[in-house]
Structures are given as structure tokens and as C-alpha cells.
């Protein structure tokens, strides 16, 4: 009785997974192409200090780290219009890797062991540090995404920010989860 039930439930449970499985793959999917779109109009509500591009008309180049679908997101999205009249170029940056000319880093949570490291890199750099970690504001994480009733949404450290010599738009704050006005 009890091998005939077995032979009933694996093959339901194998249907159930394979059914669940381009789901959740799915899911992922959209989450990384919001958390992409997201990271393409950050940039045009913060406003660098001109010695963090070399010449004027640069684009923003937005280093991604420990997150290759982020990337191959914001690739396709960057062919769109430009913010702030700045076009958008992505690099994917390996661990170790020079940040040098980054203006925006996104660590993805593969990489989020290594936050107080790049936190410590960028500290009193133009560089807008985005995380998606619990806790991140803690190790020099200027903006970091949570997820608040099923959806993404972010948090700011404007005191980063300022240490960072970044201004964020009043209208990007208006939209935050939550904003910290002091170092954590």
C-alpha cells in the first residue's frame, strides 16, 4: 500500500516542481530587471561633483559586482535614453578590481561579505554605492534594496552620501523606504 503511494506522489511532487521551477525562475527574472531599472534611474537623481568624471560629457559608468543578470539588465536598458543627459555604461567588476572611473557600484548579495572592504574602498569617493543586503547602510552603502510586502523598494543613507560628495534629488528621497541621516 504504502510503495503504491510513493509511486503516486513522486511523479505529483516531480509535476509540481517542474511547474513551480520557470516561476521562480521567473521571479528572479523581474526582480532583476526592476532592481536594473531602478539602478538606471538613480542616476538621474544624483548629482555628481565634477571631478568624478574626467571630462564633462563621460557617461556614467556603473560598476556591477556579484550580480551578472543586474548587468546584462541594465546593458539592454542603457541603449535608452540617457539621464540627465549623460549616457549610461555597465561594467562588470570582479572582486579585486580596480574602481577606478566607477561612478555608481552595485554590489549584488553574492558579494555582500565583501561590503565593509568596498565600503572602505569608496569611503570620501563620487561613488554611489548600491547594495542588497540587510544592513548594508552599516558598512558605506549609500542606497540598499529591501523588499517590503513583496516588493522592492530601497533605503538611504544620506549622511554616506554626503561623505561620498553626492547629492540625492528630494524627489528620490520622496520615494524611499527609509532614510538615515546619521552614519549607522
Known amino acids: 500500500m504504502q510503495t503504491a503511494r510513493r509511486r503516486l506522489i513522486y511523479p505529483l511532487l516531480t509535476v509540481l516542481a517542474l511547474l513551480a521551477w520557470p516561476l521562480g525562475a521567473a521571479a528572479v527574472e523581474v526582480e532583476s530587471q526592476i532592481k536594473a531599472a531602478y539602478l538606471y534611474k538613480f542616476a538621474s537623481y544624483v548629482d555628481w561633483p565634477p571631478a568624478a568624471f574626467a571630462q564633462a560629457d563621460m557617461p556614467v559608468t556603473i560598476g556591477v559586482m556579484g550580480a551578472d543578470e543586474i548587468a546584462s539588465e541594465l546593458a539592454v536598458i542603457q541603449n535608452g ?47 554611489l554605492t548600491v547594495t542588497d543586503s540587510a544592513g548594508a547602510l552599516g558598512y558605506g552603502s549609500v542606497i540598499n534594496f529591501v523588499t517590503v510586502d513583496d516588493r522592492i523598494r530601497f533605503e538611504v543613507s544620506l549622511a ?25
Open 160 to 184: 554616506q552620501a554626503e561623505q561620498n560628495g553626492l547629492k540625492i534629488s528630494a524627489r528620490l528621497l520622496g520615494v524611499a523606504q527609509k532614510i538615515e541621516t546619521r552614519k549607522p
Open 81 to 127: 535614453r540617457p539621464p540627465n543627459s549623460r549616457a549610461i555604461e555597465v561594467k562588470r567588476v570582479k572582486p579585486g578590481e580596480s574602481l577606478s572611473g566607477v561612478q555608481m557600484l552595485f554590489v549584488g548579495h553574492d558579494e555582500s561579505a565583501r561590503l565593509k572592504r568596498l565600503g572602505d574602498m569608496v569611503q570620501s569617493r563620487p561613488v
